[in-house]
């Protein structure tokens, strides 16, 4: 189901990146005091980055918040994973299940500032359809 949610999302509205990061235990020595991390799920677009720590990037931001994000401009964001140099602006919606984050709906476009309050609203509500059970 995730990734034909991704493949209709990008056929629909032609986004550069649709993919889901889910929160799933670290298989890496590398991560001191913290096991979990996002890991890459379905996605459709260019390649992308495999693993993201919590806190790091727009996707990792979003997780530790437990808030979507908009962001008009990814070179202003602090900390920006440049998994693709095509993307210019990016939404990421944390999905939440059980008062607990269990991944993210990552979207990047080559277009700044592309995503709206309207994007947002549905998007969330995508999120809050799926079945993970």
Do not use: M
């Not at 991560?31 to 495999?50: D, H, I, S």
């Not at 720590?53 to 602090?78: M, N, Y």
């Not at 998007?123 to 799926?130: G, H, T």
């Amino acid at each position: 189901n995730l990734a034909n949610i991704c493949a209709a999302l990008k056929e629909q509205f032609g986004w550069l990146w649709v993919g889901f990061y889910l929160v799933k235990n670290s298989t890496s020595t590398n991560f001191t005091n913290r096991n979990k991390e996002l890991v890459l799920g379905p996605f459709q677009g260019p390649v992308a980055c495999t693993r993201i720590r919590k806190g790091r990037g727009v996707c990792g931001s979003s997780w530790h918040q437990a808030a979507t994000l908009i962001v008009a401009d990814v070179e202003k964001f602090p900390g920006h994973i440049a998994c693709s140099s095509l993307s210019r602006s990016e939404i990421v919606v944390p999905i939440i299940r059980n008062d607990e984050v269990i991944g993210v709906l990552d979207v990047d476009s080559e277009l700044l500032d592309q995503f709206d309050e309207t994007d947002k609203k549905y998007l969330e509500e995508i999120i809050q359809l799926i079945n993970f059970s």
